[in-house]
């Protein structure tokens, strides 16, 4: 069984849908949305070329100070300090890989010796600590497949569980980017979209049903779903250990 989530799928379908998100949520221009459509659509979407990284630094500069990966949450300080670090990387670097928020306390326990001890981890003689991310790999790292989607279609095939899931104030890789791919897998629905529902009988979000994927998005959860709403990313982690379908009602 698989379970993604936010995750890079497709070049193409995530270029477009996250420029979609941008626009439709009104941090980007009418203007910026057309450059980004065509300089980037057809351009990867982690490697970006001289035209769609014009377009992309323009992009981001409209953002404003908020955080990309919990567009409605505050902005992440942290970032600021780093400044100097993160202009140094390339685009998409600067933008979608660095949740300094996140990183900070993730490399704090990460590097912890109680942690390390409990993973098994750190047992060789290195003396670098545990870092989120080598930069030696950012920095050379030049390929990356353009979809995955052929690669779910196979494991589809041999019978593996896939849920992918979105948080829905995430800007980096939107729901709508991910909505795409999955349309463009072709897949069978044996249950229409609908609301599910969490512990507190609120809507927790959206979910449809296909042949071989559950699609899931998590209302009001950033990038990192389970660090911004941890009670409906509990909820879904255990309807998917289920293998059952997130409920549209408290009684089911």
């Not at 942290?78 to 998409?92: C, D, E, K, V």
């Not at 790999?137 to 494991?155: A, E, F, V």
């Not at 529902?197 to 979910?207: K, L, T």
Request: charged letters at 20%.
């Amino acid at each position: 069984m698989e379970q993604l989530g936010n995750p890079l799928l497709d070049d193409y379908y995530d270029n477009i849908g996250s420029h979609e998100y941008w626009w439709n949520h009104g941090l980007i221009s009418e203007s910026t949305y057309k450059e980004l459509k065509r300089s980037c659509s057809n351009d990867t979407f982690l490697f970006p070329k001289d035209g769609c990284n014009n377009a992309l630094s323009g992009a981001y500069e409209e953002f404003g100070n908020i955080n990309p990966y919990n567009i409605y949450g505050p902005p992440c300080n942290a970032i600021s300090t780093s400044n100097h670090r993160l202009a140094q990387l390339p685009l998409p670097w600067r933008f979608r890989g660095n949740d300094e928020c996140v990183v900070m306390y993730t490399r704090r326990y990460m590097n912890n010796r109680r942690v390390q001890k409990a993973l098994h981890a750190h047992l060789t003689p290195l003396r670098h600590p545990w870092t989120t991310c080598s930069s030696a790999i950012r920095r050379n790292w030049t390929d990356s497949p353009k979809s995955m989607l052929p690669i779910i279609k196979q494991l589809i095939g041999a019978g593996i569980r896939i849920w992918i899931f979105s948080g829905d104030t995430d800007a980096v890789l939107p729901l709508t980017a991910t909505r795409y791919s999955i349309n463009a897998l072709s897949l069978a629905t044996n249950i229409s979209w609908y609301a599910w529902i969490d512990d507190q009988a609120q809507v927790g979000g959206w979910s449809e049903v296909y042949k071989g994927l559950t699609y899931v998005t998590v209302r009001g959860a950033g990038h990192e779903v389970p660090l911004t709403q941890p009670q409906r990313a509990l909820r879904l982690f255990r309807y998917f250990l289920m293998n059952l379908p997130l409920p549209s009602s408290l009684s089911d």
